[in-house]
């Protein structure tokens, strides 16, 4: 990219002036530009550790009163905090099992509690019968230990 053009002024205390702020101006983009990235590592870091609350929040009263589910974290928050992982449980026959919060196509926006509809029970399934999921909580890792 060209530099920009500035006009030079007719008297000499202004060019004298002009020619030390065009000097010093690489300078203070590179200073402005890394206070820029400490400052997003350090909101990144915020936003991690709030949607880390948000998860632990919401597991505690889903552990303590069954519910309610909503409001949940979103999907993308839950992954953020590093709760990759749903534990839900089939409201017909009680399987438990563990989705892969990461693997599912979702909308930025999507709730957890907004999988409720969606989940179904495997062994149920095949019998013909379509129970909605239970939710129980959010996990860092697997239940069954695998990370596949």
Not at 122 to 131: D, E, M, S, W, Y
């Amino acid at each position: 990219m060209a530099s920009k053009h500035h006009p030079t002024p007719l008297s000499g205390g202004n060019r004298k002036a002009l020619t030390k702020e065009l000097a010093r101006a690489p300078a203070v983009t590179t200073i402005l530009a890394a206070r820029s990235a400490e400052k997003r590592a350090a909101g990144e870091d915020l936003i991690r550790e709030a949607d880390d609350l948000l998860c632990e929040s919401w597991n505690e009263r889903m552990w303590a009163d069954g519910g309610p589910v909503d409001p949940s974290p979103s999907i993308d928050q839950a992954i953020n905090a590093g709760y990759p992982w749903l534990e839900i449980k089939c409201s017909r026959c009680m399987t438990p099992r563990a989705v892969d919060l990461a693997a599912l196509p979702h909308v930025a926006t999507t709730h957890v509690h907004d999988l409720t509809g969606r989940l179904r029970c495997q062994k149920c399934r095949k019998v013909g019968k379509r129970p909605t999921a239970e939710l129980l909580q959010l996990r860092q890792r697997s239940p069954t230990g695998d990370e596949s």
